[in-house]
Structure formats: structure tokens, C-alpha cells
């Protein structure tokens, strides 16, 4: 598991609240309705989040083929690394950016205050 799963005392007052961990399947990823979407991703090593965007061209890497921690992108195949975010195939180059994700008493935490524009302060107007 991440340093922020299930069992980590964190404080996620200011946090996405994602859902509940039991909807998403193990090798499968929930896409956030956020503007752009973040992919919330259930692997083996637990949560994992990341915008859902391709980094090679506007596709949902939610809905890619998972497998052994990585998501490849249904377009042109290429594949990340979901903890890291790190593109490991062509044509991607570019990696996509990852947030930390937590685990309270079943329910998700995606920690998107850093993210671009402050999103989630946006989405509570
Ligand atoms: S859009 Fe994802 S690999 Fe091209």
C-alpha cells in the first residue's frame, strides 16, 4: 500500500471525496467527473489516482486495460506506470501527474489541492 492507505492517520478535511472503495473492482479505475477527470485506480498495492488524461493525446486512461500496475491507453497502447504516473511506452513521453490518495473507514480521499488551478476549490465555488 501508498503512504496514505488505509490505516494512516491523515487529516483529508480539504480532500476529493472519491466514493466508496468498494465500488472500484481490482484492476479497474472509477473516473472522477472533475474538469479535467482524475482516474481513481484500485490495484493490488491499493489506491492510486492520476488525471485520467492520456498524455499523448485527450483519451480517458480510466478506461485502458490494467495490469501488474500499470494502464494502457485503449488509443495507441501506450502504458503507464500508476503509482508513479511515469509514461513506460511510446507514443506517450510525457508523464501524467499522480495525487495521494487515502482510505478512511472504507471511503476514498484523493488529495487534489495542489492540482492546477486549485480544483477542488473551484468545484465548492
Ligand atoms: S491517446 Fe493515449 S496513447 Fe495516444
Known sequence: MSDTQENTIVDVTDWYDAGRAESIPMDAALVLP???????????????ASDDTCSHSEYSLGDGWIEDGTVECELHAAKFDIKTGAALS????????????????????????????????????
Open 90 to 125: 511510446l507514443p506517450a513521453t510525457e508523464p501524467v501527474a499522480t495525487y495521494p490518495v487515502a482510505v478512511i473507514d472504507g471511503q476514498l480521499f484523493v488529495d487534489l489541492r495542489m492540482r492546477e488551478g486549485c480544483i477542488v476549490e473551484k468545484l465548492r465555488g
Open 34 to 48: 472533475l474538469m479535467p477527470p482524475v482516474a481513481v485506480y484500485h490495484i493490488e498495492d491499493g489506491y492510486f
